[in-house]
């Protein structure tokens, strides 16, 4: 029996080993996909590029653990945020949005990745900024009495009673906030406007929408059923031009868009006051783009190869928007991308591995997505006799093909004998990562000795990842 010492702690880990699993846990299980970093304009999604260097020394004030000066060190602003028809959608395969479009100017000025994790419920957005997982959360945000978060506004609009001209033309039309006594009023919940009416003092028959729901849903019931409807007047006044419905009376108070950031990131926030301040014209631009009109938008793709990729996609039983996360993990959607090691194509297939497929030029995109595809079954077959549910598979069929088979079930026997489950990703990836420190690819057990392991792992987070938000962009509600 081989001589194999159990792992029982973190503590018995190598220092190096120790480093790379706190890096896998900091990609953490939320959906951290780049949606814009650098570019010029923001045009075209994933316009990564060379980001530049962050500006002169920004000026920090400390109380929190992640203020500018830690978001500044990792080059990464990760921003929670909800994909509707004004925040955050695809245009064709472009990225636009009022939020969006300021996020990605202020990154831009910053040297820093853009990273977006799409979130339509409030609550949770808010949550996970406190918890320390975001640094900003955006997405038609108000003003909410949450203990620990402040907020950077961008507009200011009143909220105003949406009706139809049927309500004002029996009658029913409400003149002034009083009013609205007797009315059917519907609002969304955390949007600031249930609040507002509440504050009123008034009687109303008050319908709450969960919150994530969007305007045009209760602009639809309105058209159906009467009544009223209270929202912000950026937000509403393209609907009622759209829809022939009447805007009524302001109720007090202001109104508007805010980004929120923790209570005490306060060289976060004051970066952000005093961007908007210094480039108003395109905050003003983004404004008049998105909420005083509203943008005209094309059928949602994410690439030119969306047939190919769903084609092909069906035949091995998966996600089209997952074979396109990998292809633009592979090749940034480029045809005639090769590697350092040789790979070639869209899918970036090694010219051996292209003989065995029957890829004779991997530079054609249908022959590289439907080598990648053929590979891809194969290897979900390899793994389908110790996995046999397909979600929990994935991972490894994805480090099989990034770093090879050999590599992945070195990293499976690894964590077996250390007490981890060789079939769950979880429990592997941490020896995947093992495999560059001399220790443990020397290990009895490993066969196929050094892989750089934080390559395959940041490989499967990456691709996951950006499929969870190609599909959120693909199919917002309201679009």
């Known amino acids: 029996m081989l001589d194999t010492p159990k792992v029982r702690s973190e503590g018995d880990i190598p220092d190096s080993v120790h480093s790379a699993l706190m890096w896998v846990r900091a990609l ?101 900024l406190r918890a320390g997982r975001y640094d900003v959360v955006a997405g038609r945000l108000a003003v909410l009495p949450v203990p620990g978060v402040d907020y950077v506004p961008l507009t200011e609009t009143h909220r105003v009673v949406l009706q139809t001209v049927e309500e004002v033309h029996s009658g029913r039309a409400v003149e002034d906030v009083e009013g609205l006594e007797g009315h059917v009023v519907r609002v969304v919940d955390q949007s600031g406007n249930r609040a507002a009416v509440e504050d009123l003092g008034l009687t109303v028959d008050l319908r709450v929408y969960p919150d994530g729901t969007l305007l045009e849903t209760l602009v639809a019931d309105l058209l159906d059923e009467g009544g009223a409807v209270v929202a ?13 419905l009447v805007i009524g009376p302001a109720l007090p108070g202001v109104a508007g868009a805010h980004l929120a950031v923790r209570d005490g990131a306060v060289g ?35 690439s030119a190869y969306d047939d190919l990729f769903r084609v092909h996609a069906d035949r091995i039983d998966w996600d089209w928007t997952l074979l396109a996360a990998q292809a633009w993990r592979e090749s940034k959607f480029k045809p005639q991308a090769t590697s350092h090691a040789g790979a070639q194509g869209l899918m970036q297939i090694m010219p051996a591995t292209a003989g065995e497929l029957g890829v004779e030029n ?22 389908e006799k110790s996995v046999a549910e397909p979600e929990k598979r994935l991972p490894f069929v994805l480090a099989a093909y990034n770093a090879g088979m050999g590599h992945v079930d070195d990293a499976r026997r690894l964590a077996e004998v250390n007490g981890d489950d060789p079939n769950d990703w979880d429990g592997v990836a941490p020896w995947m990562l093992a495999l560059s420190d001399r220790e443990w690819n020397r290990h009895p057990v490993v066969r196929n000795g050094y892989c750089r392991g934080t390559e395959p792992v940041a490989y499967v987070e990456s691709i996951l990842n950006r499929r969870a938000v190609y599909d959120a962009l693909l199919s917002p509600p309201g679009l």
């Open 232 to 244: 912000r007047a950026d937000l509403a006044a393209p609907l009622a031009e759209q829809h022939n």
């Open 362 to 383: 991997p530079s054609d995109p249908a022959q590289s997505v439907r080598g990648a595809a053929d590979y891809l079954r194969r290897l979900d077959r390899y793994y």
């Open 28 to 128: 953490g299980p939320a959906v951290l996909a780049v949606l814009v970093a650098c570019g010029p304009d923001g045009d075209g999604l994933d316009p990564l590029g060379v980001c530049e260097d962050p500006g002169p020394d920004v000026s920090v004030c400390e109380g929190d653990p992640y203020d500018l000066d830690h978001i500044l060190e990792t080059r990464v602003l990760r921003v929670a945020m909800s994909t509707d028809p004004t925040s955050w959608f695809l245009d064709g395969t472009r990225v636009r949005g009022f939020e969006y479009e300021v996020l990605a100017g202020f990154a831009r000025s910053k040297g820093l990745e853009l990273q977006l994790t799409p979130e339509p419920d409030v609550r949770r957005r808010l949550e996970g």
């Open 268 to 302: 976060l926030s004051n970066a952000l006051s005093n961007w908007v301040v210094a480039n108003e014209r395109v905050v003003v631009s983004a404004q008049a783009k998105y909420l005083d009109a509203r943008a005209t938008v094309r059928k949602p793709g994410v």
